[in-house]
């Protein structure tokens, strides 16, 4: 059964260094994400991309945020200067070929800021 | 402000005590509402979408049921292995695919 992918499972970085959070979504869908949890917190939406764009954000994706489909399969999420603020549970899901499809989730990325 | 809240915060069920958890919701233009499991460290696992009000669907032990203010997903005969977070999310008809979460149901069955 096709799945979402995320690597790496876990990364430790520097606060002010840059990250880079990667995904495979499911071969055929069309829409990509990413949502964000906080330990004991809500799963939090980031950014939703469609065609090549962002098609919306919420008010935590700022300028330090950025995504990229660098190519036909891998669909990134990058941060340019973390903050200890950042440590989450990163999560990339895909849907298939509308917004309002259900969306399928990756096991998460662990980012921690030290 | 659209909201999604979920109850009970957490629920202890024994094996086969069968019951229900609730997701109510204020938001407007909703297109659909999504039901998740989530279990401890892992990524939330889609269960069912629901689009309209009188809507039901099925799934083994689960059954998940949408009127214009809430959901419900009623769990029958629960096994152990049903233990998880239950998460309820909204979709918005004005929003490109944003989800907003319920903070989850904490669900534990005992054997």
């Known amino acids: 059964e096709p799945e979402v992918t995320q690597t790496p499972s876990h990364q430790v970085t520097q606060m002010g260094q840059e990250v880079i959070l990667r995904c495979v979504p499911i071969?055929?869908?069309?829409?990509f994400y990413w949502y964000r949890q906080i330990l004991g917190q809500k799963v939090e939406f980031l950014v939703s991309?469609?065609?090549?764009?962002?098609?919306?954000k919420s008010e935590i994706f700022d300028d330090q945020f950025s995504v990229e489909r660098p190519d036909g399969s891998n669909f990134t999420l990058k941060i340019r200067s973390t903050k200890l603020e950042d440590s989450a549970m990163y999560f990339c899901?895909?849907?298939?070929?509308?917004?309002?499809?259900?969306?399928?989730f990756g096991p998460g990325t662990r980012l921690t800021v030290l | 402000e659209d909201q999604v809240t979920q109850s009970p915060e957490a629920l202890r069920l024994q094996e086969g005590e069968s019951s229900s958890l609730n997701c109510s919701y204020t938001?407007?233009?909703?297109?659909?509402l999504f039901w998740y499991r989530q279990d401890p460290g892992k990524g939330p696992e889609f269960l069912f979408t629901?689009?309209?009000a009188g809507e039901e669907k099925e799934k083994e032990r689960l059954k998940a049921t949408l009127t214009k203010k809430e959901s419900f997903l009623h769990i029958t005969a629960p096994k152990p292995e049903d233990s998880a977070t239950y998460l309820c999310?909204?979709?918005?008809?004005?929003?490109?695919?944003?989800?907003?979460f319920g903070q989850g149901t904490i669900l534990t069955v005992h054997p």
């Open positions: 071969s055929n869908h069309l829409y």
């Open positions: 629901l689009y309209s």
């Open positions: 938001v407007s233009g909703l297109r659909g």
């Open positions: 899901a895909s849907g298939g070929t509308s917004a309002y499809n259900e969306q399928f």
């Open positions: 999310a909204v979709l918005m008809g004005t929003s490109y695919g944003k989800l907003t």
């Open positions: 991309f469609y065609n090549n764009e962002i098609s919306e």
